[in-house]
């Protein structure tokens, strides 16, 4: 049903650089898996994962038919199709048949399009449910051997901008970067041009989170007791491990989202902060919750000000020297946006100072030298050499640190339980730039740019660009060879990269 949906409400659609990962990874587990399951955080684009996927597999097996049905969040069936072979249909014949319930053994491989009833019938045939996290389902098939759960990503910024390109949509750097501190790496609120739709998703955030009234409450997120519908997935994103797509962790679903629920457990985070982190410690799918929860009482703890022991990761000596902070207004900065639910709803709030600069949580700058804070609970904690740089350069302090490296301090606040295990960390940048003189960087290929996956990547050889140099060429001389709306975001991500880096002579 949803190819035909899909096709007449949108002119355009988007084809993530995952799709053909993830389909790789479905053909894949298709061999060795009876059933599977695609799932993900609400909103990101499931349901075109799915009729991408259906094209995509007729196209490479024409000879066989295909069923695809649709169901309802309550895992009623709206609609059945079994479509024939692409080599059987005739130009005067349908191409599917409908039926009112799903056949037996009707081809190989079965398509469904949100939660089903149950797997279907005959130890033949495969199933693959394209559905949102349907607590019912995921607990029926967790039982099931031949079953298994794939997780989809979320959005990240870049990947956004580089769609909000490619479909011509009219949103500002600023509008895209509002709605993603608001609505997270989803594209259903983010990626609309219908005012009415936004605020339709603000409101519907604002239902879940004044369901949000203890720490209790927060608990029963994670356990999945709450309605995941109208609460846990308006409040809470999955979070997908790029090694183990069956691997995920829930995390608020944004910075706003994050800091409103903060305000709204303020008053109970002083009485039971202990109580829930412990609780937190020991369940894996909240230890991100966790490390949020650490990094606002952080926050907190620096604002007031005060005399800190701080040790150093690079020297030998176990001796910790004092970090005074002083409790002045403005002393200790902290990217964190300070709105009420009421002001975001009404579209009234600004953006947090320096917003796409958050590669550290705070910051701290004197005559003496500037501390960058990074707060983590975790014992491996990279950290990005371009958004440092980047920062160097907001706070106008790149030549003196260029100068004078001490006069710049990465500190990391953790637990006080992990002080003594917490090594020093890994500082990376894009590993297109590692080890790499500027020469080498300009005759790599293009597909090593962040943005640019397989489809982009055989779309530009068709047109004869194959290495970095030549998108950069091609998209400065603004000439046909090169689709510039849909590079136009990776190009200037790209160049901003490597500015930053030969400023600070990190490539030759």
């Known amino acids: 049903a949803v190819m035909e949906e899909q096709q007449v409400r949108w002119k355009k659609i988007y084809v ?14 298709l061999e060795k898996k009876r059933l599977i399951t695609v799932t993900g955080t609400p909103g990101i684009g499931k349901s075109l994962f799915y009729l991408y996927f259906f094209v995509k597999y007729r196209q490479e097996n024409p000879d066989e038919r295909l069923l695809t049905a649709s169901y309802t969040k309550e895992r009623k069936l709206k609609e059945c199709k079994v479509w024939k072979s692409v080599n059987e249909a005739g130009a005067e014949d349908p191409l599917f048949q409908k039926y009112d319930k799903i056949p037996e053994d009707a081809c ?18 495969r199933m693959l449910a ?59 609120y983010t990626l609309t041009s219908d005012a009415d739709f936004i605020r339709t998703g603000k409101k519907a955030l604002s239902t879940a989170l004044v369901q949000i009234e203890t720490v209790e409450h927060v608990r029963r997120c994670f356990e999945g007791t709450m309605d995941l519908d109208q609460v846990v997935h308006r409040l809470l994103h999955y979070c997908v491990d790029e090694n183990d797509w069956m691997e995920t962790k829930l995390k608020p679903a944004s910075k706003i989202v994050a800091s409103m629920l903060h305000e709204r457990l303020s008053k109970k ?66 990217f964190k946006l300070e709105a009420t639910l009421d002001e975001v709803l009404l579209d009234t709030y600004k ?60 500190i990391f606040v953790v637990p006080s339980k992990m002080k003594d295990k917490f090594k020093k960390q890994k500082i990376s940048k894009d590993p297109i730039f590692d080890n790499k003189s500027h020469e080498q960087v300009m005759d790599s290929d293009c597909i090593e740019m962040k943005g640019i996956g397989r489809d982009k990547k055989r779309k530009l050889s068709d047109r004869g660009i194959r290495s970095v140099k030549d998108v950069l060429d091609a998209y400065e001389a603004g000439n046909d060879k090169t689709p510039s709306r849909s ?10 990269k490597l500015s930053a880096l030969r400023d600070a002579d990190c490539v030759g």
């Not at 993530?16 to 587990?29: A, G």
């Not at 590079?487 to 901003?496: L, P, Q």
């Open 16 to 29: 993530r650089d995952c799709y053909p990962d993830y389909y790789d990874k479905v053909i894949e587990k």
């Open 351 to 410: 953006m947090p100072e320096a917003s796409n600069l958050q590669s550290v949580d705070s910051y701290m700058l004197a005559e003496s030298g500037l501390c960058m804070f990074q707060m983590t609970t975790s014992f491996d904690h990279e950290e990005d050499l371009e958004g440092i740089l980047k920062l160097l350069k907001f706070l106008s302090v790149f030549d003196k640190v260029k100068a004078d490296p001490s006069f710049a301090k990465l």
């Open 269 to 334: 985070l002083d009485t039971e902060r202990q109580m829930l982190m412990r609780w937190l410690d020991g369940a894996g799918k909240a230890s991100t919750f966790a490390a949020w929860l650490f990094e606002n009482y952080a926050h907190e703890t620096f604002l007031k000000g005060g005399s800190f022991p701080m040790k150093s990761l690079t020297e030998k000596s176990e001796a910790s020297v004092a970090l005074e902070i002083d409790a002045t207004p403005g002393h200790y900065k902290r």
């Open 130 to 188: 394209f559905s949102c996290p349907n607590a019912i389902w995921l607990g029926i098939t967790s039982k099931y051997e031949d079953h298994v759960t794939v997780y989809m990503p979320n959005w990240d910024p870049l990947e956004l901008r580089l769609a909000t390109d490619a479909l011509h949509l009219k949103l500002d750097e600023q509008e895209l970067a509002k709605r993603i501190s608001l609505f997270g790496g989803t594209a259903r």
């Open 487 to 496: 590079i136009k975001s990776v190009v200037k991500a790209f160049k901003e």
């Open 108 to 125: 190989p491989l079965y398509l469904y399009d949100g939660p089903p009833e149950m797997e279907p019938k005959g130890c033949s045939t």
